[in-house]
DNA sequence: CTCACTTGTGACTGCGCTGTCATGTCTGCG
DNA sequence: CGCAGACATGACAGCGCAGTCACAAGTGAG
């Protein structure tokens, strides 16, 4: 074969041997170095471990599990039904990546991490993967993915990264648009929002669609809330909604934010819906069973992944087609009863 | 090094040459069977895929990665927020297991599929694994997990499955007790149950710590009813206790049910707790914020995760040591308010 | 009946690493 | 001063597969 494989831009992956002559060792020394045996010298160890740096070289898992007849790795069985809701993404791309023969490389990153998503990124070219998909990915600045492999990026705008990104699209605008219109119709001059983490691309999709919603109509567009998720700061900023005593409608960026919303609101005496109306994003199992049921946007995660990783895959196996853009899903609104008419002044 | 590697039983692992042998062939013959080559007789073909079954044979993934330059595996990169609830448990392994110095396979199986856990396990030695994590799982019939490496089986009895297992507990029984017994506790005469779905093992514990609760105090168990986690199912058991009219205390066996039957006791006029209290389980983001705030027991999805981790790679480091077992972690009932004494008679 | 082409198969090689063994060089101790 | 042991490095083979090329046998057109 041709020595090509894992980097596809042209440029040939680094072998240890490479590093080995830059460092003036052995390939057996630069071994050595990166798995931590002992008897190396202090001053080898950092000529090899420059010369690596300056190459840009990454130990290939693969040799190295079949040299050693040890992978490094460990499988995880779980059971579909533990992830639902926002996780069911990751089911969904689970599916579609064994479908099209593929299998499944995780990482895990949380916000505020100091690795963040380039750190996650690293870590599965470590591994070894022909593709990348950064599931709803924040903003940390300009993320150099200056990776030779293809990327996905569900739920950011195609600029996100550098090269080979294809990027399917999430509707969130066009989603949080119709969550919005649907108070306005109900009545309500305006609708207040809470929003996500702005990091988030997924936030700012959500605001910049509700923003779009109120523009439209001419409609005055109250101060933003911002909560970060989480019911409990659902319930801060449906306190503050209270006091103000202004808003009759609120759109909030996820269910979770709206529970707590409810909740602050209840606490505080207004009734839902008839006082003040709610409106939540991602249709999560309980929206339809808490009081009152909620009306919130349905994500289409299954569709996402799907779609999401047919065009990852084409990018790897015919990396010169023409990606064929994905249709837009449907917007799916499920009015419940959280909504109703503003209260008559 | 001596060929052993994968197999730690001793047998050592059929390699492709060792097929063509017995069928015949050439390896590279059977490399083109298994790659699904052209110009294969149909003849061939079959004798080659005899004798791989015959031999057990699994093309080896770390060789064939080498070999092609190609993975056949996708990472992904997810933002820990968006797995909350018992989907956290997977990011408490992920980090784990990086911790531990290993990547991670994630395959998910669903419930009522037909390769069911045992087809997930498959799909994970075929990738190539030094250990394998079962997360939760259901009891599908005697399970052959007649595998050579480690085995981690989370909520589970140890006798799953046969060889080198280990097992890290949960206490869910201990859980249970707990939260029926904080309903006794507050007066009531007994406490109604509605399970979880019986094939699982998570809720076969749950079932006998609130058994175990009653008949301590030898109070009468009321029929059980049956759910399938679903917040649905929960609204389904709620209307038939409503109609029935005899309970005051339900134990549910998890957050989503529970939350499914307080809205239909609502609906059917009840009030929670005055009339009704309701205890649930796991303790999901959103319990602390719906009408009325859940009392529930909250899950240490990261400790079992961490706790478990530790067995696995001890047992596959040091093989021969003998496995400290874990101490059950504490257990952690969350009072909120859908508890309360039972209405006077 | 020949020639070009399709079909079916095997020999050989090398992917990039780790394990093993050999070969030093440097200590300290009797 | 000589020798055992610790320390430091390199040469070499081989892990199990897929790529490449060679080649034999069958097939149909001219």
New binding site residues.
């Given amino acids: 074969?041709?020595?090509?494989?894992?980097q596809g831009g042209g440029a040939?992956?680094?072998?240890?041997?490479?590093?080995?002559r830059l460092a003036?060792?052995?390939?057996?020394?630069?071994?050595?170095v990166?798995?931590g045996?002992?008897?190396?010298?202090?001053?080898?160890?950092r000529r090899v471990l420059g010369a690596a740096e300056e190459l840009g070289?990454?130990?290939?898992?693969?040799?190295?599990?079949?040299?050693?007849?040890?992978t490094r790795a460990i499988g995880v069985v779980t059971l579909g039904t533990a992830l639902y809701g926002p996780a069911s993404l990751l089911v969904g791309i689970e599916r579609a990546t064994r479908d099209a023969g593929y299998a499944l490389r995780v990482v895990n990153t949380l916000e505020g991490e100091p690795a963040g998503i380039a750190g996650a990124v690293e870590s599965l070219l470590d591994q070894g993967v022909d593709g990348i998909v950064v599931s709803e990915p924040i903003d940390e600045g300009p993320v150099a993915l200056g990776v030779d492999v293809p990327v996905l990026v569900l739920g950011a705008p195609a600029e996100f990264g550098a090269s080979r990104v294809v990027a399917a699209g999430v509707a969130a605008e066009a989603q949080a648009r119709a969550a919005t219109e649907h108070l306005l119709e109900l009545g309500h001059v305006t609708v207040h929002h809470l929003a996500g983490p702005q990091r988030w691309f997924a936030a700012r999709d959500r605001l910049t669609g509700w923003r779009a919603a109120l523009a439209d109509r001419d409609r005055r567009q109250p101060p933003v809330i911002e909560g970060d998720w989480s019911a409990a700061s659902g319930y801060a900023a449906g306190r503050e909604l209270a006091a103000d005593g202004e808003a009759t409608a609120v759109f909030a960026a996820n269910d979770d934010m709206a529970i707590g919303l409810i909740r602050a609101l209840t606490d505080a005496g207004l009734r839902v819906p008839e006082d003040v109306s709610v409106v939540g994003f991602d249709d999560i199992p309980v929206a339809a069973y808490v009081t009152p049921p909620l009306t919130t946007v349905r994500q289409q995660f299954d569709a996402m992944a799907r779609e999401g990783l047919r065009l990852l895959v084409q990018a790897i196996e015919k990396p010169d087609a023409e990606p064929v853009p994905a249709g837009d899903p449907p917007v799916d609104l499920v009015v419940r009863a959280s909504t109703a008419p503003p209260p008559a002044r």
Avoid: H, I, W
Avoid at 12 to 20: Q, T
Avoid at 24 to 32: F, H
């Fill in positions: 074969m041709t020595r090509a494989g894992v040939v992956a680094p072998r240890a041997v490479d590093v080995a003036g060792v052995s390939q057996k020394t630069v071994s050595r990166f798995n045996e002992r008897y190396v010298s202090e001053d080898v160890r070289y990454r130990l290939n898992s693969a040799a190295r599990a079949l040299a050693s007849g040890r």
